[in-house]
């Protein structure tokens, strides 16, 4: 293991690992700003981003989003991420309830984390199509993240994350190309983990839209 001990004090104070929230329970995760680290982001995405708005509602959030950004941006930024790793006593890992794989660079970095850790299962939903993920392990799990308006024949193989819109106020259909054998999810990350299993299940997923003015049903 190449991250034993912990990070330098600075560094800890700056990076930040949340612990968890109400819908993945106690899974920690690693976040970035919304939008500007989103280069693959469509603009019905873009408009209807549920974490910008988060991050607009809530400043500390915001904050420690960009912090994360500047660390991430450092030449030692591997060595900090894997140090907070190595601390936490945790079966399974979301990279980015905020944010995407911006640059080749930093892909590769979480590349080398997952291949460190190989008892940690990780996640990420991502719209970086055009980045090679060649290289990446099988527990870390990326699952392409498709909205109405993305262009399929960018989208690589592998899972799929569908957003459904049918109960917001946006008309906005399926991408085509969703599977028969897509499964709904539930809301409770702690009570299912399919998707940090996504590279062995190929399963396509399908998420409900929401947040903003998308909580407002057709018909009000």
């Not at 790793?85 to 990279?95: G, K, S």
């Not at 590349?111 to 060649?134: Q, R, V």
Request: net charge neutral; hydrophobic share 30%.
């Amino acid at each position: 293991m190449r991250f034993p001990g912990t990070p330098n004090k600075e560094n800890k104070m700056n990076l930040h690992i949340s612990p968890g929230n109400t819908k993945m329970g106690n899974i920690p995760s690693f976040s970035l700003p919304a939008i500007t680290t989103c280069p693959g982001s469509t603009p019905l995405c873009r408009k209807h981003c549920y974490a910008n708005r988060n991050a607009q509602m809530y400043k500390d959030t915001a904050e420690c989003y960009k912090r994360n950004h500047a660390e991430a941006e450092q030449s030692n930024f591997l060595e900090t991420l894997g140090h907070h790793i190595h601390t936490l006593n945790a079966r399974y890992f979301r990279i980015h309830v905020c944010g995407d794989f911006y640059d080749q660079r930093y892909l590769n970095i979480w590349t080398y984390i997952g291949k460190e850790f190989p008892n940690m299962d990780f996640l990420a939903f991502s719209k970086s199509f055009h980045l090679d993920y060649s290289n990446a392990p099988n527990n870390l799990n990326v699952i392409w993240s498709v909205f109405p308006d993305t262009e399929m024949s960018t989208v690589p193989s592998g899972p799929r994350a569908f957003t459904d819109f049918s109960e917001t106020h946006v008309d906005a259909p399926y991408a085509p190309g969703i599977t028969d054998s897509a499964i709904k999810c539930a809301g409770l990350c702690t009570t299912c983990g399919t998707c940090y299993h996504s590279n062995e299940n190929q399963l396509d997923t399908i998420f409900k839209a929401h947040g903003g003015s998308l909580s407002k049903r057709k018909g009000n």
